[in-house]
């Protein structure tokens, strides 16, 4: 496997997703002689995973089962071990398609941090663009690194180790896209500007307050970039159910109660219990994020 | 694999390329042509003098519809200026501003600049020095986007297109808002080397944007219903032709036969391609759909590069100066050729898609997800992820208890997203006013090795795919 490329069989040394199901997952290494525990029992890592398919199901040791899957930034970024805040698929999203990104696209990024956007970059500029991340924290930059070998993608990535509000991107006129996700984005904005191609590009801040927001919107209009626009998106997950309502008895008679009201909704799915209207519903999750971060999108020309 | 290793296009505008216009936050997309009239906003001009200026550039449009490039302008310092605190004194009687509407008409028809005609505003507004700073700040952007047209020739991208058409064309696109867009990309996983299938009825955009980020590398399969595939938008982007070769397309129509082994290139059409879906049509509604598709396509291309028709009507009246005969002829030649260069495309396509390990599936289109997903779902590998885009939400629900039911897919979710946008400034900070109130809904999954038990008979399958759905559905309502 790799990051950037699907391939069919498990191999030694593949980072693999065990789905357990009802959304919970993990990553594992592949590891011949490994064994993986999960709340099914024991996986043996040379006999159950190398050289079965991506997807297949893996019945473990107390019967129970699980699907392996092929890794993806997206599953990835739902599994990584956290070094710091991340970000999540749906500003991602939103991210990759407004810088532009696209194969060959040259990338700078502040911070590394977990590499959950970095992973998503890389996926998306691949096989002939780069890379250019800055992390001043030595042992996350040192710690994506090993992940970006581990998931053959350091062909596509420099990661440096300095502060990018004082030294920059260490790249200039190179880039076709910046992002900055630190705590101080208008003191790197000057940085940004330097590390974009003359000819012009794209940039992006992710901050959490609107006073961080402010700030750097103003650094970047001293530093002439246009199209400011400042976006936040927010992902609403439905679960579908079927639901029951009670018809409430006005006191018809039983055969007329039966006959009118669930007729039409309950048609097709199966006959509800009597005196109960159905009907399939996507409902809202209870909690759901509310925020994350905002998003300020700039051209430079 | 053929690589596009070629270098990015120079950053200068050529005659011929793919552009789109921006004035404010609205676009339009056109091809440049010489002596070719654009019609934007309202105003009329040629883009003769956009050549070989970098994109980016901003013009300003003059008399005769030149356009020239403009300078970036120091915005004018508003220095210590004379600004009111509030609003107590200030009295809407209409008489306010001193020039008249005729006194304006007679500004613009000189040919005055924008910037000219808002100054002179401005100094005849009585009131204005009594406005806050901030009105001052909002009355003078508001003048200047009426009288100012300052016109940015920008590169096209799958950003500036899907927003153009969200804007300008919703109902071409199925009402898919471009943050939508953007959830489908990532979640489908889409980069270069992948094998892709394309469901869509949105003008071609959305198979414009996958094109856009697999780059050139790997195939994509377009599975289209009617005559031929929509492209429109695609055609906006001004992709190298070298991304055309390793796209492909397929008749929906055809999927059954193609499933059911009993696909041959026989079957294909010896009738000139509109009348395919007539031919083959079950009804009245068929045909409905065809034309209503075909006047689709004409309108967006009419929409999203106008006033190509005296081009077209040129060519038409070259031809008609050939001799009758001869041009008929030539022309059921050319459909001949052109019949069976589709007929190997669609033999190549039909053998890309049997070998069933297609690495994702995108489905945006007008027609009911459920019977594309059932089908459409057999074509992809194993552990690859697939989504669905519909306008509406019932839809989807119906086909997440349909894949469900069958099996073969794990992690679905039915998703959603908003999209709200700030004005951000010194003192006045807020969410715009107006945001998208509904942008469609997604479903999306992951395909799984489906249990092989055939011979043991389909009930007993449908029982063990059966099993952890109802085990799922439980734990679910046990954590609410």
Known sequence: MSFVEYEDLIKDGDTAIVFLGHGSMFPVRVQAGGQTQTKYGVIRHSADLIGKRFGAKVTCSKGGWVYVLHPTPELWTVNLPHRTQILYSTDISLITMMLELKPGSVVC?????????????????????????????????EKAMEEFRAHKVDHLVTVRNQDVCKNGFGVTHAADAVFLDIPSPWEAVGHANAALRAEGGRLCSFSPCIEQVQRTCRALAEHGFTEVHTLEILLQAYNVRTVNLPVPDLGKGAAADAADAPSDAAADSGPPPPGVAQFKSGVPLREMVGHTGYLTFATKN | ?????????????????????????????????????VIFEKQWFYLDNVIGHSYGTTFEVSSGGSLLPKKKVEETSTETKEAGTDNRNIIDDGKSQKLTQDDIKALKDKGIKGEEIVQQLIENSTTFRDKTEFAQDKYIK??????????????????????????????KINHLRYDTLAQMLTLGNIRAGNKMIVVETCAGLVLGA?????????????????????RAATACF?????????????????????????????????????SVSVEESNGALDEKQTSLQEAEEESIAEVVVDSNDAEDQETMEVGTEDPEYKDS??????????????????IEASALLNEKNADGLIVASRFHPTPLLLSLLEFVAPSRPFVVYCQYKEPLLECYTKLREKGGVINLKVSETWLRSYQVLPDRSHPKLIMSGGG???????????????ADGSTLESQKTEEPSSKKRRVQETQC
């Open chain 1, 109 to 141: 990024e502040s911070g590394t941090g977990s590499g959950s956007l970095s992973h998503a970059l890389l996926r998306t500029i691949a096989p002939t663009g780069h890379l250019y991340t800055v992390e001043f924290h030595q042992q996350r930059a």
């Open chain 2, 238 to 274: 001004g992709f190298p032709e070298s991304f055309f070769n390793s796209l492909y397309e397929f008749p929906l129509s055809k999927v059954d036969s193609l499933l059911a082994g009993t696909f041959s290139s026989e079957t294909l059409p010896s009738e000139p391609k509109d």
């Open chain 2, 210 to 230: 996958v094109m856009e980020r697999m780059g050139g590398f790997g195939s994509i399969i377009q599975m289209y219903p009617g005559g031929g595939p929509v």
């Open chain 2, 1 to 37: 694999m053929a690589g596009p290793a070629e270098r990015p296009p120079p950053h200068r505008v050529r005659d011929g390329d793919f552009v789109v216009l921006r004035r404010q936050d609205v676009f339009k997309a056109v091809q440049v042509q010489r002596r070719k009239k």
């Open chain 2, 440 to 454: 469609g809904y997604l479903l999306s999954g992951i395909t799984v090795v489906t249990d092989n038990l055939k």
């Open chain 2, 142 to 171: 508001k003048k200047k986007k009426k009288y100012e047209a300052i016109i940015t020739v920008v590169k096209p991208s799958t950003r500036i297109l899907s927003i153009m058409y969200y804007a300008r064309e919703p109902g």
């Open chain 2, 329 to 346: 002829k030539d022309k059921t030649q050319e459909k001949q050729r052109k019949q069976e260069e589709q007929r190997k495309r669609e």
